[in-house]
């Protein structure tokens, strides 16, 4: 039995290379009771991540593409959790004026009811307004078009325009086998959009026809990175061991590619074996493996109930939202179930919002600004992850002034990492956001594991900077006596091995 919907949300940046194999391990899910949202997060990649979506989204009616303005991948996933919790009203859009001629190609394996055709190819051609009734666009599938042609849109007349704003696409694509048309709408929000969405696409065999566009009911909601993939029976393990919880939490494995990366895993490194636990277990199993690390959001599914019950969002704008949406969501849960396989595979890459290469150093585009302040890419996105940690750790601590729910001592060993990350604020020359003078709160919460310059720092700064020289010829003389150790321990192993 399937009877279960489960709700899908995946954000789309600048992800063209990897996004049909993360698409397709949805598609490829044994458990098929889905409804799947993709976000296009502004991509800059010439439309091509864009194109891609609508793709899917005309080839399986179980996807719905919400093109919307950059704001980051927290801003993605909220749209993705307010369209299923109703917040958007989406009317069918008629009142384009195009001006333009495009032609493009897909060329690609379409998927219809389970059965795949390999051999069909689909072109699409947008006709100007003056020759199309209500700007349709129509894809004919052709064997004979030529593979090899690339699949970008190109907008004539209108460059300064993003071209989902002033493109209807009403694509029919009919199978050389005979099937019926499908066709791809596009839907204007027409009530509060404060993340700014352009459009949101969906074929004509979703929604019928109709004038409104309207979320599918769902059971459970579950998140996936547009550059990972799930294997096949992700789902349906997880709706096996749904019952009676808030969250389903699975395993991943790592593909680190070229790029070096420890495979530890969070649930690996906690070592809970499969079983239904509580809250309270969850939270003293990291206090006892002292694990100051938790971040969550991909990793399993959620009660779609229960996270509208706690109306828990995303942080927006902020680097690794996923510590404070995982912990806030974790404390306020009653029941978790693990199962410690993997079922999740996780990419690690360049040119993501975690990489640190020099070469492709990500910065969100709200936050390119204060580039010139800092005169290096390097300290502008360093600057921009301790502002986050210390915006996340206000937000936490808001969230406990009414959520008593644990002791702060064990709260500590979360707040840590907040902490550390935030502290190194006082590093920097610049505080374009005027952070330094929020420190103060976190004075309440340093445990004694706290070096006393980071209490100095924020208790008494006049001491702290005369006292500054001194620190710096401690850390000097620790970095050398490190050093010599390293040395010594160099010289004993190969010492060691010759006598062997």
Known sequence: MQNKKVGVVIPIYNVA????????????????????????????????????????????????????????????????????????????????????????????????????????????????????????????????????????????????????????????????????????????????????????????????????????????????????????????????????????WFDYEVDCGEIEASPITQLHALKIPQQKINMQDWLYRLYDKQQIYFSWVWQGIINFKFLKHIDLYFYDKVFAEDHLFGTLLFLQSEFIYVIPKPFYVYRIRSNSSCDFDPDHIYIPRHFEQYCDIFDNRLITKEYYIASSWLFMFLAFMKFLEDNQKVNDEILQNLFSLYIQHSLKLFDFKHDPLNLIPKLPAIEPYLKKGFKYRHKLRITNPKKYNRLKLLFAGYDFIKSVERNIRKIFKLHNKACQNKQR
């Open 17 to 248: 290379e990897y996004l049909r194999e993360c698409l397709d391990s949805v598609i490829n899910q044994t458990y098929k009771n889905l409804s799947i949202v993709l976000v296009n997060d502004g991509s800059t990649d010439n439309n091509e991540s864009l194109n891609i979506a609508k793709e899917y989204v005309a080839k399986d009616s179980r996807f719905i593409l919400i093109d919307k303005e950059n704001g980051g991948q927290s801003t993605a996933r909220n749209v993705g959790i307010a369209w299923f919790s109703e917040k958007y009203e989406a009317k069918l859009d008629s009142s384009i004026n195009l001006e333009s001629s495009t032609t493009y190609t897909i060329d690609s394996t379409l998927q219809y009811k389970d059965k795949v055709k390999p051999d069909l190819k689909a072109t699409c051609h947008t006709e100007p307004l003056s020759e199309v009734s209500n700007m349709e666009s129509n894809f004919y599938l052709d064997s004979e078009i030529d593979s090899n042609k690339d699949f970008s849109p190109m907008t004539k007349n209108n460059k300064n325009l993003n071209s989902t704003q002033n493109t209807n696409y009403n694509n029919r694509i009919n199978s050389n086998n005979g099937g019926g048309g499908v066709t791809l709408y596009s839907y204007n929000i027409t009530n509060e959009n404060p993340y700014n969405i352009y459009k949101i696409y969906a074929s004509n065999t979703t929604n019928n026809h109709n004038s409104t566009l309207q979320p599918q009911k769902i059971d459970y909601i579950i998140f996936l990175d547009s550059d990972d993939y799930w294997k096949p029976y992700c789902i349906e393990e997880c709706i096996k061991h749904s019952d009676g919880v808030d969250i389903v």
